[in-house]
């Protein structure tokens, strides 16, 4: 007799292979990933998202909520105890998190960050606290940098609805060093592009992480070797998940780009909580950098905050009226900013078409200088944190152009002279640019984290405003 | 079929979003949307309306977990949601058009290295002429005889599974798939034929 359970017929491996490459020749394995769309499928549906004791019947709702409570304690022991979730899922969970952005009040965030883009060892980069309160609803920040070790102030910005205050540059903090000098100007809203608290302070992120954590977060996400190292419980009280990969990390000191980067994710809520990177120099384990965040909390929108930096100490707060050490202004953010740039120069250059996924913010000085050229910034920037700057440089062709590696001329005649410098910011982000030259002599200077292809191709793009 | 036997890590899933753990859905569908899109796509042949069943197919199969019987595997139960859910989609783009069931008893090398298990050694080699021989002609059967072949040859399913997965009588099942195989070796066959004469033109 037949068995029903076997294969009908012979087996015929020719055309299952042939079906196999059929199908793989379109259906990319590596280019399969439904659980992004599936997971919010699932969020939004109605029966799923109910509650699954609503879906009982009552009848055994009692026995359902004893079984529950037994569940909870056991629950609560095992987390106690043991890791019960995998590298995947804590990554896909803390990618959740970070889409639920809730920008409701003010946020508020302390974290310690250590930077040691050159590689030094022992300790020796720099030890910072970063204090930062954000309120996305009417634009107010302020950002107060201090040195770890000595307290004093390094850095400060901030903008209180009409004034933006900034110190030019970072101060070493030698201890008994003078005031530092923060500039008031007055201005409708300073331009945060290219800063590494953009996004938490333009509410387009709850992490209060910055750039370079989150492009570590989505590399670890592309990657299937990440290992969940554990749980580790902070001095505050945290207790994270770490989990950690290879990874190429950004420093002045790489040989070999390729380093270890660790990620750390709150138990309860999947939050980003820090990140480090390191890389092996001379046989030894090298710290690169590390952020790790001390305080996440959302204020109330009543709460005060001296937003005009009242409050500190060790500043020396002077008058900036002409605006000479002023930050670039926003332009009607919230209106057409390439429209509201046309009415004030003719000689500023943006791209055609904002690029699918971009936004473009564009900032001028509050205040013009007289016989200079307009200056202006036009930037495009992407969630990924990805960005092309273009801002004006002189209204002078360049005299000297040996200092660039490559040149990139446009089918429009505007020639690109590539930089060639050291390829990181002191953000460690990827740096590419150089100076822009027109048809008509005037120079222009472009930044960006794209690819220098990229870039070119964002060059040709590059049209005059009308 | 690769994925035959539940796994700790697909009963833990299963076990996770029946208590209400919609995240307990993620091991299922990075374990199986690749041979469910794969298998999708054979049979729409259009890869973003596969992707778009497959999707639909694990939305289903979360909302309907509670019917599984979590000692079977999962890959069956839910592949025919998902083999029932491409026959429609084709039956609803209606571009198919079934050639006439005539058996032709003519024999030719390409119908027998189909119907026959120990072929003549040239046509065991894959080619890329073969392998696109054996595209068109799945293009040409229509969508039930399509998942037929599909099931068999791709997914690897005894008799027993395929009646079980399609929800069909044995008899149905073995007539579906003698008319596909014959419509095959009938398609392989003109399509032989074509690539012969062009062959001999080119003389």
Same mark, same amino acid.
């Given at each position: 007799m037949k068995d029903k359970n076997k294969p009908m017929g012979s087996k015929n491996p020719t055309i299952q292979s042939m079906l196999e490459h059929l199908a793989k020749d379109t259906v990319l394995p590596e280019k399969v990933d439904l659980w992004p769309i599936v997971r919010a499928d699932l969020a939004a549906s109605k029966t799923l998202s109910q509650p699954k004791e609503l @879906?009982? #019947?009552?009848k055994f709702t009692f026995t359902a909520l004893a079984a529950v409570l037994v569940l909870a304690i056991m629950a609560v022991f095992l987390a106690n105890n043991v890791t019960t979730v995998s590298a995947q899922q804590i990554l896909d969970r803390a990618y959740q998190a970070q889409t639920q952005t809730t920008n409701q009040g003010i946020a508020h965030f302390r974290s310690e960050a250590y930077d040691n883009l050159e590689g030094k060892s022992d300790g020796q980069?720099?030890? !910072?606290?970063?204090?930062?309160?954000s309120d996305p609803t009417n634009g107010k920040f302020r950002v107060v940098i201090t040195d770890k070790k000595t307290g004093n102030l390094l850095v400060v910005f901030a903008f209180d609805g009409s004034n933006a205050y900034n110190t030019e540059g970072s101060k070493s903090g030698q201890p008994g060093a003078e005031l530092l000098i923060v500039y008031r100007s007055a201005q409708d809203r300073p331009s945060l592009i290219g !800063? %590494?608290? $953009?996004?938490?302070? #333009?509410? !387009?992120? #709850?992490a209060? @992480?910055? $750039?370079?954590a989150k492009s570590i977060f989505d590399k670890m996400r592309l990657n299937p070797h990440v290992e969940l190292v554990g749980k580790e419980t902070w001095d505050n009280?945290? !207790?994270?998940?770490?989990l950690r990969s290879q990874q190429e990390v950004k420093s002045f000191a790489k040989n070999d780009p390729m380093g270890l980067v660790t990620l750390y994710?709150?138990?309860h809520t999947f939050q980003l909580m820090g990140s480090s990177s390191s890389i092996e120099k001379d046989g030894k384990e090298i710290l690169i950098s590390r952020q790790q965040i001390l305080l996440d909390e959302i204020l109330p929108a009543s709460s005060h905050v001296a937003w005009d930096l009242s409050d500190l100490q060790g500043i020396n707060i002077v008058d900036d009226p002409n605006g000479e050490h002023s930050v670039f202004e926003t332009l009607a953010p919230n209106v057409n900013? +390439?429209?509201? *740039?046309?009415?004030? %120069?003719?000689? +500023?250059? *943006? *791209?055609? %078409?904002?690029?699918d996924g971009f936004s473009l913010e564009i900032s001028v000085l509050p205040k013009q200088p007289a016989n200079?050229?307009?200056?202006?910034? $036009?930037?495009?920037? #992407?969630? +990924?944190?990805d960005y092309f700057i273009i801002r004006t440089f002189t209204d002078k062709p360049l005299e000297d152009t040996s200092w660039a590696d490559e040149t990139y001329t446009t089918a429009s005649g505007l020639v690109l002279y590539f930089v060639n410098q050291p390829s990181i910011t002191t953000r460690g982000e990827e740096f590419n640019g150089g100076l822009m030259q027109t048809p008509n002599g005037k120079t222009y200077a472009i930044e960006s984290t794209l690819p220098r292809e990229r870039i070119k191709e964002f060059v040709e793009d590059l049209v005059l405003i009308k | 079929m690769t994925v035959k036997i539940p796994s700790l890590e697909e009963k833990l899933a299963i076990a996770s979003l029946k208590q209400g753990d919609l995240d307990g859905m993620a091991a299922l569908v990075k374990r199986h949307q690749v041979r469910a899109v794969s298998a999708a796509f054979l049979i729409v042949r259009d890869p973003k309306l596969a992707e778009d069943i497959v999707q639909e197919a694990f939305l289903r199969a979360a909302e309907k977990i509670d019917q599984f019987d979590e000692s079977r595997p999962f890959g069956p139960w839910f592949l025919r949601s998902v083999i029932n859910a491409s026959t429609k989609a084709v039956g609803r783009q209606k571009r198919f058009v079934p050639l006439d069931g005539t058996d032709d008893e003519e024999t030719s090398k390409v119908a027998e290295w189909l119907m026959d298990p120990s072929p003549h050694p040239e046509l065991m080699v894959e080619t890329q002429e073969t392998r696109q021989m054996v595209w068109k002609a799945l293009g040409e059967l229509n969508a039930e005889q399509r998942a037929v072949v599909i099931m068999r040859h791709f997914l690897e399913m005894s008799e027993a599974e395929m009646t079980e997965e399609l929800d069909r009588p044995l008899t149905t099942i073995r007539w579906r798939l003698k008319t596909a195989r014959n419509q095959l070796r009938k398609i392989l066959q003109l399509f032989w034929k074509a690539d012969y004469q062009e062959t001999q033109d080119e003389r």
């Open positions: @879906l009982m #019947n009552k980069g720099q030890d !910072t606290i970063v204090e930062s309160y !800063t %590494t608290f $953009a996004d938490r302070i #333009n509410g !387009t992120s #709850n209060g @992480l910055d $750039a370079e009280g945290h !207790t994270v998940y770490v994710f709150d138990v900013p +390439a429209k509201a *740039l046309a009415a004030k %120069t003719d000689s +500023a250059y *943006l *791209l055609k %078409t904002v690029p200079q050229p307009f200056f202006y910034q $036009a930037g495009y920037t #992407n969630q +990924a944190g | -």
